[in-house]
T-cell receptor, first 114, second 113 residues
Framework: DSGVTQTPKHLITATGQRVTLRCSPR?????VYWYQQSLDQGLQFLIQ???????AKGNILERFSAQQFPDLHSELNLSSLELGDSALYFC?????????????FGPGTRLTVT | AQTVTQSQPEMSVQEAETVTLSCTYD???????LFWYKQPPSRQMILVIR??????QNATENRFSVNFQKAAKSFSLKISDSQLGDAAMYFC??????????FGKGTRLSVIA
């Protein structure tokens, strides 16, 4: 158990809908990262937050957004969902910002868009 | 740009034997970190081992060890006394400068009983 929690574990929704994925980092970790892993794809970095502020942005679609709250949990919002958004979404956390150290991953949320 | 290359899409090993997974990387930074992550069928990403670039000594974690060749930009993972539970996808990853963690495409390891 990495100490990073993600909810829900599974999510099935229809095209055009909006969903919210939730992540709680390990105790003491200030940074939260979101990744997408599609079938037969590696992990693609989406976005990073550090202590409530956006720190880095990767290949995140405009239909996707995220935020980190004062209690350091984070939410990833996916809207106008398309079939291609079906993937495993991981949250990871680390102690400090980019360039500081290892990231610990949550169990992931498996999103299926039908 | 930072890149990570895993040239072996699939590997197999007999139970109790040793296997080495290859990884090469590229970065212009002098300060960076390298990691191996394991992703079993459960799809959980598990940190296996890490190596700081400034350390010359190769990292070891129980049956897992790395061969870090800084000049060659090579970072291979050796698994000794392979067990059935080692069967998984293994990802090499690079953290350098102010860029996010960069992953290779992974190597799928099968363990044969």
């Amino acid at each position: 158990d990495s100490g990073v929690t993600q909810t829900p574990k599974h999510l099935i929704t229809a095209t055009g809908q909006r969903v919210t994925l939730r992540c709680s980092p390990r105790s003491g970790d200030l940074s939260v990262y979101w990744y997408q892993q599609s079938l037969d794809q590696g992990l693609q970095f989406l976005i990073q937050y550090y202590n409530g502020e956006e720190r880095a942005k990767g290949n995140i679609l405009e239909r996707f957004s995220a935020q980190q709250f004062p209690d350091l949990h984070s939410e990833l919002n996916l809207s106008s969902l398309e079939l291609g958004d079906s993937a495993l979404y991981f949250c990871a956390s680390s102690v400090r910002g980019i360039g500081s150290y290892e990231q610990y991953f949550g169990p992931g949320t498996r999103l299926t868009v039908t | 740009a930072q890149t990570v290359t895993q040239s072996q899409p699939e590997m197999s090993v007999q139970e109790a034997e040793t296997v080495t997974l290859s990884c090469t990387y590229d970065t212009s930074e002098s300060d960076y970190y390298l990691f191996w992550y394991k992703q079993p069928p459960s799809r959980q990403m598990i940190l296996v081992i890490r190596q700081e670039a400034y350390k010359q000594q190769n990292a070891t974690e129980n049956r897992f060890s790395v061969n870090f060749q800084k000049a060659a930009k090579s970072f291979s993972l050796k698994i000794s006394d392979s067990q059935l539970g080692d069967a998984a996808m293994y990802f090499c990853a690079l953290l350098s400068g102010n860029t996010p963690l960069v992953f290779g495409k992974g190597t799928r390891l099968s363990v044969i009983a």
